[in-house]
């Protein structure tokens, strides 16, 4: 087993694919930093550090939810898969701007590692199972920011090409919650 200390924390505070299919773009501005998660099945609520409570967009309840059926509450991604990013398409690609709610100190990244389906954050409330680990399919709208394009009904080779190279778990995994706890900086998650 690999364990990855968790070096940030965040929430979407509404949807980043912002404007009507096929002109829409990607607006990291909705991405909001937090001190903890509170993570259940349901999905994750972030904390501010003054204490303002965040639901997240992949909340099943919250109301523009991008999960409606639960299958992608908690999403995660390595350093190293930011650094590679950065490497291609340049500086704008910071930390965070993919929109996971957890980043891990992964230096080498985690993309196409072929993960097992269950990983395990170690909490000072005791460990939580995360379920159905799975790579995070890259969208059009990513695939854009990165690349600096604007929108457009027309899907380019360039665009497509990013599609598959931001594939494989380049943009993150997703995973489900399996039981209630809260995720502090610094926690462990454990993965193999």
Do not use: W
């Amino acid at each position: 087993m690999a364990d990855y200390r968790i070096v940030r924390l965040q929430v979407q505070r509404g949807p980043v694919k912002v404007g009507r299919a096929p002109l829409r773009s990607y607006g990291p501005e909705a991405i909001v930093p937090v001190d903890r998660l509170v993570a259940g099945p349901r999905g994750v609520l972030g904390v501010t550090g003054d204490g303002e409570e965040i639901l997240d967009v992949h909340h099943q309840d919250h109301p523009q939810s991008r999960d409606r059926k639960g299958r992608a509450g908690v999403l995660f991604m390595g350093t190293g898969d930011y650094a590679a990013l950065r490497a291609r398409y340049g500086e704008h690609v910071v930390d965070g701007i993919a929109g996971e709610t957890v980043l891990l100190d992964a230096p080498a990244g985690l993309a196409r590692l072929g993960l097992p389906p269950v990983a395990t954050v170690f909490t000072a409330d005791g460990p939580l199972e995360l379920h159905d680990v799975r790579e995070a399919e890259p969208c059009v709208e990513f695939s854009r920011f990165c690349l600096r394009q604007e929108p457009s009904p027309v899907v380019d080779d360039a665009v497509r090409r990013a599609l598959v190279d931001l594939d494989f778990g380049a943009r993150g995994y997703r995973s489900v919650a399996r039981n209630a706890s809260t995720i502090r900086l610094g926690d462990i998650v454990g993965i193999g």
